[in-house]
Every structure is written in structure tokens, then in C-alpha cells.
């Protein structure tokens, strides 16, 4: 382990910005497996190594060791240095970076695999999961395009204003907007012809 990382890239600077993480990293200060770490955040092991995943990829934590538990294959993770410095030169950037992955695909991405970490982290035993799930298709003109992303983006600031005191429960509010893509109509066929049947063949076929 280093005494210091130096993060001069802005995917390192993201992977590890976020309270999760820098509490995984934390408990990381000694190798861990994903199962330790989760017992004492009292968090799933699916949910930390999800987050030690992305720490992994960001060369912010190394793999040292496995182990073998009743037939199955551990990891155990060590944090990769005991304090990192964020270069200057990415202050400032981090936040433009985010509002300009917004838009694309690779940040829908991201936020669908922080929706479905999130998901599974549930306690499914529990009598109440207050929850509500909408999917639904619109059309919008390209001129319009911009209008609508502005007016949804309008919508959705005035409820986190609204919603975004310290009391009460926490909830999680993931929105996602994407093209759809119509997958294409397969062919008309004739209801009397069986498909599985093998044309007739030869010179005498359309006699």
C-alpha cells in the first residue's frame, strides 16, 4: 500500500466522490473481503462489492488474495494507498464533466447500474417498501427536443427543492429518458401455409 495516490484522472476523481465509496475505502484500510466490509457498514455484500467493483476498474483498490468458502471463491480487497490528493488541474472540471455526461449514454448507463445495486440492496422480508415505478412513451419533435429536456429538468429541480430537507425518510428519485427503438415487424405470413413445412422440390414442384 502507498502512503499517497496522486488522482490526476476524472474517472479516478469520480469513482471515489461519492460517501459509499469513501466509506468502503475506509474499511479497506485493511485487507477485507467484500462480506467483512458489508457486516460492519451493515450493507449486502452485493452492494459493496458493486462499489468495490468501481473502485477496482479506477485502480483505486487492489485485488490481493482469495480465498475458497465452502466452495466458492473470495476476494479480498485492500485500499491502494492510505490518502489520495486530487490534482488541481481536475477542480472545477469534476462538476462539468457531469453536466455534460447527462446527455449521454454512457451516464444513463451508470445511473441504471446504481438503480439496480440500489434495488437489490432491499430488504425484501420487509412489510412495507414504499415504492413506485412508471414507464411510459412520448413523442417529441426535434425542435422541441430541447423544450421538453428543459421543461422536465424544470419539473423534477422544483420537487428536489420542494422534498429536500434533512427530516423525513430518504427516497431515491432516478429518471431516465432515452429513444426508443421499435424493433422491427416480422413478416406476414399465410395462417394456412405451415411454417415447419419443407417446399416442394424438382422439375415437377408446380405441377
Sequence with gaps: MRDVLYLEEIEQAEALLKPQRVEVLRQLAEPRTCSEVAERLGQTPQRVYYHVKRLVDAGLVDLVSERKVRGIHEGIYQ??????????????????????????????LDLMEDV???????????????????????RVRPEQRQEFLNELQGMLQGLFTRYGGADGDAFKLAVACYPHVVPPTAPETDPHVDPGAVPPTGPHADS
Design 79 to 108: 485500499a491502494g494507498a492510505r490518502s489520495y490528493w486530487l490534482s488541481p488541474r481536475l477542480v472545477g472540471r469534476i462538476g462539468l464533466r457531469r453536466a455534460r455526461d447527462e446527455l449521454s449514454l454512457g451516464y444513463l
Design 116 to 138: 439496480q445495486a440500489d434495488i437489490a440492496a432491499l430488504d425484501r422480508a420487509a412489510p412495507e417498501l414504499p415504492s413506485i415505478g412508471l414507464s411510459g412513451e412520448i
